[in-house]
């Protein structure tokens, strides 16, 4: 596929198929001046529109613990997609893969609904971009609503609850990794977080950012893929107003800076080679990080963090690199990720329909984990809606406006998508030139 080569000093051995890639084009200056719109705190934009009422839940088969409790590290199984590290423990690589805000708006479930079988089918939202999400050994996403399905009531914003099998097609798309630590965690309670972790852990992802018992909450997660140790960790801004149970406080995990430096700490004691930070943080539809974020995501790297995967936003925002000094005077490489907008979603204009999935490679060497490659793939969710009844596909907007692969846009739909393509890859860049220095702090 081709996609916009960030740092194309170190290119990727996984080199993909010979397409030119689409070039950026310039944009208007201040391109991401958008009107503004009513943003109302915490929630999304869509309003609730009628939901199948008949829809079954799936029922997560076999078992639904999958996660170990205690301070062990998971061992995550490899499978596939970078060959296995050498047996001399030279040098190896794996790929990180990250996207942004998986939601799911009332509008989104007729068209996946088959009432023959009173199942949903969502697999199609993501079969275009599977190729690309396969290719990670870490493939992370964030899934901002509980997925507890029909006994506790579907529903849209502003409180989710969407079918269980979202998680299948999650899972059928290529993602291993899925951190539930946003505001809407709370939703449906402490019973809905319960019913989400069952379902994704039955069908085998690591999850993050929620917990049923206290073990869960505390417990490291660090995965290996090639000899390559991740640890992950993910929090949130807050839950809407929705507070935690009173003997849940760990429920969800909420963004507290000490707490989270001493998180990162355990995690590199107990072995991870690189630590990601999944922050659910930042201004709905501001396309630039705030100054919180900014000194959040900034002073966890200072601290140890490698890579910072921020969503909530519900638009793109850009990146930037990190360069940590050691008192030793080495220099560790950081990349926070402000936001990478929504993934899937109803939320259509003003960029709301765009996304990125971010491609990282991991080198390993000497025992030194560092960040190599970072490739942006901007995506649309491409919708169609026929006698009231939508259907939608996240597309990897380069491949759509190289092979003008979707025969129902018409030329000035290609246009729009091809100048807010530009706009929002000139977003994605505009930051990253210039590292932030950072000391580490002790
Ligand atoms: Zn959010």
């Known amino acids: 596929m081709s996609r916009i080569e960030l740092d194309p000093g170190k290119p990727e051995p996984s080199a993909d198929t010979g397409k030119p890639p689409v070039q950026t084009e310039g944009g208007q200056p201040g391109a991401d001046a958008h009107p503004s719109e009513p943003a109302s705190p915490g929630g999304d934009q869509t309003p609730a529109g009628d939901s199948p009422s008949d829809a079954d839940q799936t029922k997560g088969g076999g078992n639904a613990d999958g996660q170990q409790t205690g301070d062990q590290p998971s061992e995550g199984h490899d499978e596939g997609g970078s060959p296995p590290p050498p047996a001399d423990e030279g040098p190896s690589d794996a790929t990180l893969i990250a996207v942004g805000d998986v939601m799911m708006h009332a509008p989104q479930l007729p068209g996946a609904y088959d009432a023959r079988t009173k199942t949903y089918n969502f697999k199609p939202?993501?079969?275009?971009?599977?190729?690309?999400?396969?290719?990670?050994?870490?493939?992370?996403?964030?899934?901002?609503?509980?997925?507890?399905?029909?006994?506790?009531?579907?529903?849209?914003?502003?409180?989710?609850?969407?079918?269980?099998?979202?998680?299948?097609?999650?899972?059928?798309?290529?993602?291993?990794?899925?951190?539930?630590?946003n505001n809407h965690a709370m939703d449906r309670g402490a019973q809905g977080i319960a019913m989400t972790l069952a379902k994704l852990q039955a069908l085998g992802f690591d999850t993050k950012g929620t917990a049923r018992s206290k073990a869960e909450a505390d417990k490291l997660t660090i995965v290996t893929h090639n000899g390559i140790s991740m640890g992950l960790l993910a929090y949130t801004y807050g839950t809407n107003g929705i507070p935690l149970p009173k003997e849940q406080p760990y429920a969800v995990s909420l963004i507290d800076e000490q707490a989270m430096i001493r998180d990162i700490g355990r995690l590199k004691a107990a072995g991870a080679d690189f630590v990601t930070v999944c922050l659910h943080f930042g201004t709905e539809y501001q396309t630039m990080p705030n100054d919180a974020q900014k000194q959040l995501a900034r002073a966890l790297v200072a601290a140890g963090a490698d890579i910072i995967a921020g969503s909530h936003p519900h638009v793109v925002q850009p990146y930037e690199f990190a360069e940590v000094t050691n008192p030793d005077g080495s220099v560790r490489k950081g990349l926070i990720i402000y936001s990478m907008g929504n993934f899937i979603s109803n939320q259509r204009g003003n960029t709301k329909d765009y996304g990125v999935i971010y491609k990282v490679r991991i080198h390993k060497e000497h025992g030194l984990a560092t960040i190599g490659g970072v490739a942006t793939i901007p995506t649309?969710?491409?919708?169609?809606?026929?006698?009231?009844?939508?259907?939608?596909?996240?597309?990897?907007?380069?491949?759509?406006?190289?092979?003008?692969?979707?025969?129902?846009?018409?030329?000035?739909?290609?246009?729009?998508l091809k100048s807010t393509y530009a706009q929002v890859s000139k977003r994605i860049a505009s930051m990253h030139s210039v590292p932030v220095q950072l000391q580490a702090a002790p």
């Open 380 to 416: 649309w969710v491409h919708r169609t809606t026929v006698k009231g009844v939508s259907r939608y596909a996240v597309v990897p907007v380069a491949d759509v406006l190289a092979a003008k692969s979707l025969p129902d846009l018409t030329a000035a739909d290609y246009a729009t």
């Open 125 to 181: 939202f993501f079969a275009q971009v599977k190729p690309i999400l396969e290719q990670g050994d870490w493939t992370l996403a964030n899934l901002e609503t509980p997925i507890a399905g029909k006994p506790l009531g579907l529903s849209g914003y502003p409180r989710f609850n969407a079918p269980p099998e979202l998680a299948d097609a999650l899972k059928y798309a290529g993602f291993t990794t899925v951190t539930n630590a």
